[in-house]
């Protein structure tokens, strides 16, 4: 079993030391979804819904997430993310996917932000459309694909 870096010596919970990383260029990808029925989809796609406007909502509260990362997850570190972009597509009647792209010329990955980014996007799509449909289901929040750093690439089996 590897050692868990947020580990110490004796197991306590501690923020890794990047500070002797090199600085390098890191990109994460990460999705989500959301089910919603039919008719909820046809209210938000169309600009129909009273809230407003949901899907540029969600892409703006999940760009917004991503550079507010850190102040969410307690052990990641703050970074100075250099691009942010958040989709928001219908892929059908009754489901939505979300996906962020993250990069930062940094010391650490970006995979927690692209991740935050993804499922603060979904929340802020829930909660514009939740008064027309309280049985919204988000799901599938995984990282897609990340670059950099010494482990390199990851990309996510279908």
Do not use: W
Request: charged share 25%; aromatic share 4%.
């Amino acid at each position: 079993m590897p050692k868990l870096s947020h580990l110490d010596d004796k197991g306590a919970v501690h923020m890794v030391d990047v500070g002797d990383k090199a600085v390098s260029s890191r990109t994460a990808i990460a999705e989500g979804f959301i089910e919603a029925r039919k008719e909820t989809l046809d209210l938000v796609f169309s600009g129909s819904l009273p809230k407003g406007d949901v899907v540029t909502t969600a892409k703006l509260a999940g760009i917004m997430a991503a550079k507010k990362t850190s102040d969410l997850i307690p052990l990641c570190h703050p970074l100075p993310v250099t691009s942010v972009t958040v989709s928001v597509d219908r892929t059908d009647d009754t489901r939505v996917r979300f996906e962020a792209r993250v990069k930062v010329m940094g010391q650490t990955g970006v995979e927690m932000e692209a991740l935050t980014a993804v499922s603060v996007a979904a929340l802020t799509f829930y909660d514009m459309a939740k008064a027309v449909d309280k049985a919204m289901q988000i799901d599938g929040i995984r990282l897609l694909k990340k670059d950099g750093g010494m482990s390199g690439r990851y990309q996510a089996k279908n």
